[in-house]
């Protein structure tokens, strides 16, 4: 699975956007970005993926660089209770050749202030 | 639906004895995974299981084992544990999905302390 480098910190005002960038320069093509949050001491939460085309649900959009590359998360309006550990994973998807196992790096943590 | 349930939520233990944690779910899913956590890190893959009777071994296994007897439980054990074992466990389970979703759901966590 491709190493994933991400900011240690960052801060955003509440209401306003919050955009987390993620680095992934040696993905392969079947692989897909993964974004998990950990709001203090809980477990992880998935919030969304994707492959090569943006993607966007109901908690946030992804942007992925033509290239593949890097890609960032928005949240478009950030609230204190998004203030969280961020996680940008990259691999395959689960099959009978993957297991489907998720290698979490240190993340962003995401302080979002009033 | 309880999702992903672990037991128990708290432990202290002291050096050398054993501990088993549970962890069950009741979404049908075929892979299960144990995961550590320490203080200012990321999860860490301790083992995991793609079905009912098969585990292998994740990232840092070393001290642990794992059993899989049925589809929805998942339990871990600590044969003597050791102050390095000092943890919050995680449990997930997934389920394989066509859109590559595979989204994991994760436990509240067990916080291990080992004197």
């Known amino acids: 699975d491709a190493k994933t480098t991400q900011p240690p910190s960052m801060d955003c005002a509440e209401g306003r956007a919050a955009n987390l960038p993620c680095n992934h320069s040696?993905?392969?093509?079947?692989?897909?970005v993964y974004w998990y949050r950990q709001i203090h001491s809980q477990g992880p939460q998935y919030i969304i993926h994707g492959l090569k085309n943006n993607e966007t649900n109901e908690m946030a959009s992804l942007i992925i660089t033509e290239d593949r590359k890097s890609s960032t998360l928005i949240l478009p309006h950030a609230t204190l209770r998004d203030t969280a550990v961020y996680y940008c994973i990259v691999r395959v998807a689960l099959g009978s050749s993957n297991t489907g196992k998720l290698i979490f790096g240190q993340g962003t943590t995401l302080q979002v202030k009033p | 639906n309880a999702g992903v349930t672990q037991t128990p939520k708290f432990r202290v233990l002291k050096t050398g004895q054993s501990m088993t944690l549970l962890c069950a779910q009741d979404?049908?899913?075929?892979?299960m995974y144990w995961y550590r956590q320490d203080p200012g890190m990321g999860l860490r893959l301790i083992h995991y299981?793609?079905?009912?009777?098969?585990?292998a071994k994740g990232e840092v296994p070393d001290g642990y084992n794992v059993s899989r007897l049925k589809k929805q439980n998942f339990l871990l054990g600590l044969e003597s544990a050791a102050p390095s074992q000092t943890s919050v466990y995680f449990c997930?389970?997934?389920?394989?999905?066509?859109?590559?979703?595979?989204?994991?759901?994760f436990g509240p966590g067990t916080r291990l302390t080992v004197l």
């Open positions: 040696t993905i392969s093509g079947n692989e897909y």
């Open positions: 299981s793609v079905g009912e009777g098969t585990t």
């Open positions: 997930a389970s997934s389920a394989v999905q066509a859109t590559g979703r595979n989204e994991q759901f």
């Open positions: 979404m049908n899913h075929e892979y």
